[in-house]
């Protein structure tokens, strides 16, 4: 079935320190890989995505990164701030249009 | 860019009563909108896909008559909570999107608490 593991479930960082989030995905039919990141009590915010024709994209301090063979792709993250800290979740797209989420990852950045 | 509203954005109900949580697209027509759910400290899990002008297509797991989907415009999903139970007290968020390959757009979500 369609799933995506998501790892590391927790992740604590001092400011200025790189994080780096991974996910394997199963449907190596999917194209599509977002990223979203969560603050308590709000809804998903999108950070960055990828599609499967490219495999880094870069957005100032964040980057995402994408290996179709392995099925894995990448959340990095650098010169963390406190205001990076929050539940991040990676997704790919599924076959019906909707989104896979993985299980979510709490950064905390220490100031 | 593209706008999903959701309300309400929080709501209490009692035991055995219904609730209608309604989602938008606001400036573009989406023939299908999603719904998840999500518990404390979990991940978003899809609920059912609602496509405009038919029958939605609910997850395993998730029952169809007591989650009512209606799906009746192509901007207006709305999600019914029926006979709600304390159990499914959680945070729903509706999502959207347009045409192609554009992203998936998030509703704000819908705190529900079911006493």
Same mark, same amino acid.
């Given at each position: &079935? #369609?799933?995506?593991? =998501?790892?590391?479930?927790?992740?604590?960082?001092?400011?200025?320190?790189?994080?780096?989030?991974?996910? +394997?995905?199963?449907?190596?039919?999917?194209?599509?890989?977002?990223?979203?990141?969560?603050?308590?009590?709000?809804?998903?915010?999108?950070?960055?995505?990828?599609?499967?024709?490219? &495999? #880094?994209?870069?957005? =100032?301090?964040?980057?995402?990164?994408?290996?179709?063979?392995?099925?894995?792709?990448?959340?990095?993250? +650098?010169?963390?701030?406190?205001?990076?800290?929050?539940?991040?979740?990676?997704?790919?797209?599924?076959?019906?249009?909707?989104?896979?989420?993985?299980?979510?990852?709490?950064?905390?950045?220490?100031? | 860019?593209?706008?999903?509203?959701?309300?309400?954005?929080?709501?209490?109900?009692?035991?055995?009563?219904?609730?209608?949580?309604?989602?938008?697209?606001?400036?573009?027509?989406?023939?299908?909108?999603?719904?998840?759910?999500?518990?404390?400290?979990?991940?978003?899990?899809?609920?059912?896909?609602?496509?405009?002008?038919?029958?939605?297509?609910?997850?395993?797991?998730?029952?169809?008559?007591?989650?009512?989907?209606?799906?009746?415009?192509?901007?207006?999903?709305?999600?019914?909570?029926?006979?709600?139970?304390?159990?499914?007290?959680?945070?729903?968020?509706?999502?959207?999107?347009?045409?192609?390959?554009?992203?998936?757009?998030?509703?704000?979500?819908?705190?529900?608490?079911?006493?």
């Amino acid at each position: &079935g #369609e799933n995506v593991e =998501q790892h590391p479930s927790t992740l604590s960082v001092q400011e200025g320190d790189s994080a780096v989030i991974k996910c +394997t995905y199963s449907d190596s039919a999917s194209n599509y890989f977002p990223w979203y990141k969560q603050e308590l009590g709000k809804r998903p915010q999108l950070i960055i995505d990828i599609r499967s024709n490219v &495999g #880094e994209k870069k957005d =100032q301090r964040i980057a995402v990164t994408l290996n179709k063979t392995a099925k894995h792709f990448s959340l990095h993250i +650098t010169e963390t701030q406190p205001e990076d800290s929050a539940v991040y979740f990676c997704a790919y797209g599924g076959s019906q249009g909707n989104l896979i989420f993985g299980k979510g990852t709490k950064l905390s950045v220490k100031p | 860019g593209a706008v999903v509203s959701q309300h309400p954005s929080w709501v209490i109900c009692k035991s055995g009563t219904s609730v209608k949580i309604e989602c938008r697209s606001l400036d573009f027509q989406a023939t299908t909108m999603f719904w998840y759910r999500q518990f404390p400290k979990q991940s978003l899990m899809l609920m059912a896909t609602s496509n405009e002008g038919s029958k939605a297509t609910y997850e395993q797991g998730v029952e169809k008559d007591k989650f009512l989907i209606n799906h009746a415009s192509l901007t207006l999903s709305t999600l019914t909570v029926t006979s709600a139970h304390p159990e499914d007290s959680s945070f729903y968020i509706c999502s959207a999107r347009g045409t192609g390959q554009s992203p998936l757009h998030f509703g704000n979500g819908t705190r529900l608490t079911v006493t």
